[in-house]
């Protein structure tokens, strides 16, 4: 398996712009999970699905903010319109079922200018 | 709210010493969670303890769960350079993680 897919690596946008992070989870596992990472913050749950339903997105920073998961295979975390306190590492992940993240993709790294 | 505390936040040890990490949590959990993370690297998962008194190892590291303490360790034994990393505890309750150990060892 190719573990937890995430895209794209990195992202550089200007301030005001519209950034989509995408995420294929391992096949099979139920659960899905977006964390941001930052060096003031720390590892954050933003949001996570079981089954692709949105279970807790208690963790989502404000409106700007929005995740989708519209299949098993694909999900999408979307800032619109994007700010400079946005930069930080996103992490998707995913499990078997619930509880903590089994497997984390490799992360995506945005800077909003 | 859960309140997950890691200590200590850094950790600088010589080759071949032993050390533990400690991970406090303020309520009730099924489950929790230990990771490491090498810099500029994703999350790896470590160790699932399941229930109180649920103990496992892997190498030089150790990982020991007492639920009725609120408490996990993670034991490091003769610790080689290639430990070094940030090391998290989760619990499941609500997903949040620590704010992660930063080890060193240093020759």
């Known amino acids: 398996d190719a573990g937890v897919i995430q895209s794209p690596r990195h992202e550089v946008t200007e301030m005001g712009q519209e950034v989509t992070l995408r995420c294929k989870p391992i096949?099979?596992?139920?659960?899905l999970f977006w964390y941001r990472q930052t060096m003031m913050r720390g590892l954050e749950l933003l949001i996570y699905?079981?089954?692709?339903?949105?279970?807790?997105d208690s963790g989502m920073p404000e409106d700007r903010f929005s995740a989708k998961m519209p299949n098993a295979s694909f999900s999408t975390l979307k800032i619109q319109p994007s700010e400079p306190r946005d930069s930080a590492v996103y992490f998707c992940?995913?499990?078997?079922?619930?509880?903590?993240?089994?497997?984390f993709g490799p992360g995506t790294r945005l800077t909003v200018l | 709210e859960l309140k997950v505390e890691q200590n200590p936040l850094f950790l600088s040890m010589q080759e071949e010493k032993n050390y533990t990490i400690y991970c406090n949590y303020s309520t009730t959990s099924d489950r929790l969670y230990w990771y490491r993370q090498d810099p500029g690297k994703s999350l790896e998962s470590l160790f699932v303890l399941l229930s109180n008194g649920a103990v496992k190892q892997e190498g030089r590291l150790m990982a020991s769960l007492d639920t009725k303490a609120r408490l996990s360790t993670l034991h490091i034994t003769a610790a080689v350079h290639d430990l070094s990393a940030t090391y998290f505890c989760a619990v499941d309750s609500d997903m949040r993680f620590g704010a992660g150990t930063r080890l060193t060892v240093k020759p």
């Open positions: 699905f079981n089954n692709n339903v949105p279970i807790d």
């Open positions: 992940a995913s499990s078997v079922d619930r509880g903590l993240p089994q497997y």
């Open positions: 096949s099979g596992h139920n659960s």
